[in-house]
């Protein structure tokens, strides 16, 4: 049971960069172990549905990323840290979104791109991509 804090959204001119990140603090129960935890990355652009963008298995051992941000994106978490990031490079003003950090502790591999699967949000961060 964690409860997450997202950080790093701004203003940047395309093809700029940000990093975004999240970090999580226990909230009950003795057991937490942040490894354990499948993340991902979450936007919702104005007017829009939140959309996936990108995550990664609680193993660490398998990324995915929406075909959008293939190339661009990459998500990363230090396990030590309790902490997820989100490197954006050659940024778009289509990337202009409000991003949401995920974890869950149960999710299986093939719902890892659902948000509706994630039990524990971020409160987001604003990203604003100018052309």
């Known amino acids: 049971h964690v409860q997450l804090q997202a950080s790093g959204g701004g203003l940047v001119q395309a093809p700029g960069s940000l990093s975004l990140s999240c970090a999580a603090y226990r909230r009950t129960f003795a057991g937490y172990t942040f490894s354990r935890y499948a993340v991902a990355w979450f936007r919702q652009a104005p007017g829009q549905v939140r959309d996936f963008v990108a995550a990664?298995?609680?193993?660490?051992?398998?990324?995915y990323y929406a075909d959008s941000v293939k190339g661009r994106f990459s998500i990363s978490r230090d396990n030590a840290q309790n902490t997820v990031y989100l490197q954006m490079n050659d940024l778009k003003p289509e990337d202009t979104a409000v991003y949401y950090c995920?974890?869950?502790?149960?999710?299986?591999?093939?719902?890892?791109?659902?948000?509706?699967?994630?039990?524990?949000w971020g409160q987001g961060t604003l990203v604003t991509v100018s052309s």
């Open positions: 995920a974890a869950d502790d149960g999710i299986i591999t093939s719902s890892l791109r659902s948000g509706q699967m994630y039990d524990h």
């Open positions: 990664m298995s609680r193993s660490g051992g398998r990324t």
